[in-house]
């Protein structure tokens, strides 16, 4: 038997991984103030309801799901709780109230931090504090963290990739969402002007080198990128133009080296790999490893190749 309160608190933990349209939580979102404890009856249908919902996320997410009895178990920690409590104690719109996160987020509770993004930004809440700086954030949901207006600044913060380096499989096991996650990111970037191609367009380009090098072991978990890259790479170059309006010209420059920042990111960092996996030869004891990226990243470098004219011509001062 739970109480309302608790039962609130579940009905958030569904609405956490249920993938429903995140309209149609806004007025749990933005109640007032409400005690939040958790009896263990409670706790376990919370448990329960996230388990359930991030596996089938996980199964539905295009790539390999990990072995779960073994090195990766399904559990929510402090962090989760303390997400939870907060979603539930009074709208989230209210600038007043801050999260505080017990511990640091693991890398299943940031596909529910992802979530809850997307949740208090249709409330008409900001990007709580702790997920404003997550490597994971970023790489799940960038299109989302980056702040209005924030292109005369760096739009992202200083970011620890040590965490998506130690969990990868996640990145294996999430090859389509992660692909649509991205596209639309580049979509809304072609449609943007001159702020928002600076805003978003830098930011991308610091994820990705953040990601290139939590790869720096294993390349294989850019193969989303490089895919969406051969998508790219069959565009007008046209859809790269930035107009200018009454910018000055120097942020106009800025602009249209941004708004391709991101693919040239992908591009160099895909084209340097090529080169050395080339140079690897038949003797070598890695010569059948790179054989397979050469093979599985081949359509992505030959699209950065015919890319690297478009992107260099975003690079040259027009007056």
């Known amino acids: 038997m739970v109480t309302t309160g608790e039962r609130e608190i579940v009905d958030l933990a569904i609405a956490l991984v249920d993938g429903s349209d995140p309209r149609l939580h806004v007025r749990r979102l933005v109640q007032a103030h409400r005690a939040s404890g958790l009896s263990a009856p409670a706790l376990a249908g919370v448990q329960k309801v996230l388990v359930c919902g991030v596996a089938s996320a996980l199964a539905q997410g295009g790539g390999a799901v990990p072995p779960w009895r073994a090195e990766v178990p ?80 760096r739009s992202v913060p200083a970011i620890d990739w040590a965490p998506v380096a130690g969990s990868l499989w996640l990145v294996r096991a999430l090859p389509r969402r992660l692909g649509r996650a991205w596209r639309q990111w580049l979509r809304s970037l072609r449609a943007a002007d001159v702020e928002g191609a600076i805003a978003h367009g830098e930011a991308q380009e610091a994820v990705v080198a953040g990601f290139a090098g939590a790869c720096a072991a294993d390349p294989m978990p850019l193969a989303f990128l490089g895919d969406l890259l051969v998508e790219v790479a069959a565009l007008d170059p046209g859809v790269w133009a930035v107009e200018r309006g009454k910018a000055p010209v120097s942020r106009w420059h800025r602009a249209r080296r941004a708004k391709l920042a991101g693919v040239r990111a992908v591009g160099e960092r895909l084209l340097a790999l090529e080169a050395g996996w080339r140079a690897v030869g038949f003797v070598d004891d890695a010569f059948d490893e790179v054989q397979g990226y050469l093979k599985r990243f081949e359509g992505a470098c030959e699209a950065a190749r015919r890319l690297r004219p478009v992107w260099q011509a975003a690079e040259r001062l027009e007056v």
């Open 74 to 153: 399904l559990r929510f920690g402090s962090a989760t709780l303390d997400l939870l409590h907060w979603l539930h104690a009074g709208a989230v719109h209210d600038p007043q109230r801050a999260l505080t996160l017990r511990a640091p987020l693991g890398a299943l509770e940031a596909l529910l931090a992802v979530r809850a993004v997307e949740l208090v930004q249709v409330a008409g809440g900001q990007v709580p504090a702790p997920f404003a700086g997550d490597a994971w954030c970023w790489l799940l949901a960038g299109e989302r963290l980056v702040p209005p207006g924030s292109a005369r600044d």
